[in-house]
C-alpha cells in the first residue's frame, strides 16, 4: 500500500524562526494535503495542493507540490506560539493516507 | 455553518464490548469517512460512506461496520472490542469525488 514518510519528526524552534517540514510518497500522488491537529482536536485542513509544481500560500505558510509528484513541502514563516502543534500531510483522494506527522513546538 | 460533529466525546468500555460513535456531516456535504487515529501516529482510513453504502474500506476487520443515514449522517460500530482498538475516532465530510475532507473533533475511546 502506499506509504508517507514525513520529516522532521519533531522540530523544537524559537518564536520568529522559519520552519520547513516535507513529506515524501512512495507512489505518485495527484493531490497533496496539508492539516494542523492541536491536542483534544481533529485535524484542520490547512492548504490543499492539486497540480505538480504548484506553490499556494495561506498566511504565513506556504506549501508546494513536488515536480515528481512523489513529494510535497510545508513552510512557516516566522513562527509564533500559536503554530505549535502536529502537522500531517495526506493525500492522494478520497481514501486518505497521512504521514505520522511532524511535531512542532515553539519557544517563545 | 456548522462544521462536523461528533459523538460522544469520550467513551470508556471494557474488551468485548460493543460501541457506536455518531457523526454529523458538515452542511451540504454527502459523503462521510471514518479513520482510526492511535497515540503518536497519523490517522488510518477505515471506510468511506456515500447514499447510505459503503464505497471503500481499508484494512479494518469485519468487527468495524458502519451505516450511513438518509440526512448523511452516519455511525461507526466496533464489536468485541479489544484493547488495541483504543484510539481516537476521526469522522470526516465531503462532497463525492472531492479530495479535500473536513474533520470533525473526534471520540477518544478508551477499552480497558
Known amino acids: 500500500g502506499q506509504q508517507l514518510n514525513q520529516s522532521p519528526q519533531s522540530m523544537f524552534i524559537q518564536e520568529g524562526e522559519d520552519v520547513s517540514m516535507n513529506c515524501t510518497s512512495s507512489s505518485i500522488f495527484n493531490t497533496w494535503l496539508w492539516y494542523k491537529q492541536e491536542p483534544g482536536e481533529g485535524p484542520v485542513l490547512l492548504i490543499a495542493l492539486y497540480k505538480a509544481g504548484e506553490l499556494t500560500s495561506n498566511g504565513r505558510l506556504t506549501a508546494q507540490f513536488g515536480i515528481t509528484r512523489k513529494d510535497s513541502f510545508l513552510n512557516i514563516s516566522a513562527s509564533i506560539p500559536s503554530d505549535v502543534g502536529i502537522y500531517f500531510c495526506a493525500g492522494p483522494g478520497n481514501k486518505l493516507v497521512f504521514g505520522a506527522g511532524t511535531i512542532l513546538r515553539v519557544k517563545s | 455553518d456548522a462544521g462536523v460533529t461528533q459523538s460522544p466525546t469520550h467513551l470508556i468500555k471494557t474488551r468485548g464490548q460493543q460501541v457506536t460513535l455518531r457523526c454529523s456531516p458538515k452542511?451540504?456535504?454527502?459523503?462521510v469517512s471514518w479513520y482510526q487515529q492511535a497515540l503518536g501516529q497519523g490517522p488510518q482510513f477505515i471506510f468511506q460512506?456515500?447514499?447510505?453504502?459503503?464505497?471503500q474500506r481499508g484494512n479494518f476487520p469485519d468487527r468495524f461496520s458502519g451505516h450511513q443515514f438518509p440526512n448523511y449522517s452516519s455511525e461507526l460500530n466496533v464489536n468485541a472490542l479489544l484493547l488495541g482498538d483504543s484510539a481516537l475516532y476521526l469522522c470526516?465530510?465531503?462532497?463525492?469525488?472531492?479530495?479535500?475532507?473536513?474533520f470533525g473533533p473526534g471520540t477518544r475511546l478508551t477499552v480497558l
Open positions: 460512506y456515500y447514499e447510505e453504502e459503503e464505497r
Open positions: 452542511s451540504g456535504h454527502d459523503t
Open positions: 470526516a465530510s465531503s462532497l463525492l469525488g472531492a479530495d479535500t475532507q473536513y
